[in-house]
């Protein structure tokens, strides 16, 4: 555990189970940690499991402002505005993060209200299936990724206190810029679960016969389209325009494997294709060096690092 | 072990994973067997296992004819029509399938040899990603889907041997039409691998700041762009007539899943592929009663049982 003596407290708002696990993380790396959540149901729950959580968001905003918190926005992307309305009320000079899965739309919904001056945009890479407080733990984000904007005008303390909470909860650091971080997982994230659901949906087109042939290929190449629409849906939706680019893309190269395959070969595809696997099988993560938030072009420099593999480790 | 009291010899054509996991199986569960291999590597290593093996195709095929033996074709795609032509010389009698995973082209070749009358095609769904008789292992076939077709004209006679050595060797028998074996691999077999191909490109294509990000969408969803090109090339270009058009298939699906996309909304797609991944998991093996090969309409009979999912157990 990395706590710097000069990690300040976490007030985390939205106990689901980003929100859940991350109040549990902080406390568990001995930072002072309390959370907000609309409903009382979280709330009760994780009174009784020993947590400080309350449904009164002013007050616990106000508690932040006093005590220099870092605050976590942890709500899904359709609350987030009405929670920085309150923030912009009650708290508004506060450091300020997210956990919400896109950046830029995220960070447009801050600069709306004004507190873009000290926000920092997060993305930790974690999550199951479930949800809500009960599913959290205090290790989900052990060994994940944990993305960190690095967007024009971003504050250096602050970017170091959110880069520090994600190292405290056992994460790995990787910069980026918001637009780029959304571009990013579009093609990684959100494009697998459209090929997944189209994939599905060829093999049961094929009816019983093709689905009793399956077997593992179209087990993997299917198994997230498993996961709740409406989940997809939030996921793809919110993050529409990045993931129509690498759609498109992606059309593109499948119709051209069309035309090599009506002529009978396929040669081309595969080739790039396994290729391509190799250079994911082969990623390493390269820790930063050299590089202090604040420093001249520390910005650029971030975003250059992070575009080329490398992870923030201190 | 269902070594029926005429279970017959088998003679097992190609000694690579496929061919020298069946020589294996067959004696583990009780037949005769001998193997030929062009090379005499893998003969000379599965005589050193204790096999039956030979480099002498007429010896092996001679030796056939005089005991009614089942003889197995268990080479690659591209050397079929060789032995099929060495088979048509020396046991132009002998009731014959083979292991081969597209029965269409393998049904072609057979009977441009004149070999029809007591041929059976017959496609094992099980593989390891390694190759060569080191690999192979009697249990290879374990709790496998073995598809035996049923093409018009079909000896109920060798139908039942094949079906035989196939459940002797420990898997579940689907029926199938040789065609509609090819579409619907098409679709559960080949198109994940295009789809696979597609998406390491894509997430490639997104530099290493997209393969820092990449978590278990997408490497579930690229595994099989891991397999060796050549293999792929093999498996799609020898079914490009039915997995083109598959692809096309998905492709009109895609580019519907754009234009919703490009409005904002993927529902029709997710609840869509959510739905048939529920349809794959929830799919069960009934066993097919009542059916006697050589009965009236038995093949129209079996190829619908195939059709709704029934498997032979018997």
Known sequence: MSTAVSAPPVCVLGLGLIGGSLLRAAIAAGREAWGYNRSSG????????????????????????????????AVPMPAVDAVLATVAEHAPNVA????????????????????????VG??????TAESGWDAGTADLFRDAVWVVAVDDGADPGVWQQVAGLALDCGSV???????????????????????????????????????????????????????????????????????????????????TAREQLADGRTGDLTSAGHAARQRY??????????????????????????????????
Chains 1, 2 share one sequence.
């Open 42 to 73: 979280a709330v009760d729950a994780a009174v009784a499991d020993g947590f400080d959580a309350s449904t009164d968001l002013p007050a616990v905003l106000r508690r932040a402002a006093a005590s220099d918190a870092l605050v976590v926005v």
């Open 281 to 314: 099988e082969q990623r390493e993560r390269k820790p930063i060096t050299g590089i202090v938030p604040g420093d001249d072009d520390w910005i650029e420099r971030l975003r250059d690092a992070g575009r080329r593999g490398g992870v923030w480790t201190s």
């Open 173 to 255: 650091v990787v910069p980026a810029e918001s637009g780029e971080h959304d571009a990013a997982v579009a093609r990684i994230s959100h494009l697998p679960h459209v090929l997944a659901e189209a994939l599905a949906l060829a093999g049961a087109g094929g009816g019983d016969l093709a689905l009793a042939l399956a077997a593992g290929s179209f087990r993997d190449g299917t198994r997230i389209a498993g996961t709740a629409p409406a989940l997809v849906d939030a996921m793809c939706e919110g993050n529409a325009t990045a993931l129509l680019a690498a759609l498109d893309e992606t059309l593109e190269v499948l119709r």
């Open 96 to 119: 300020l993060t997210d956990v919400v899965s896109v950046k830029s739309a995220v960070a447009a919904a801050v600069a709306a209200r004004g507190l873009s001056a000290r926000f």
């Open 122 to 127: 997060g993305h930790p890479m974690a999550g």
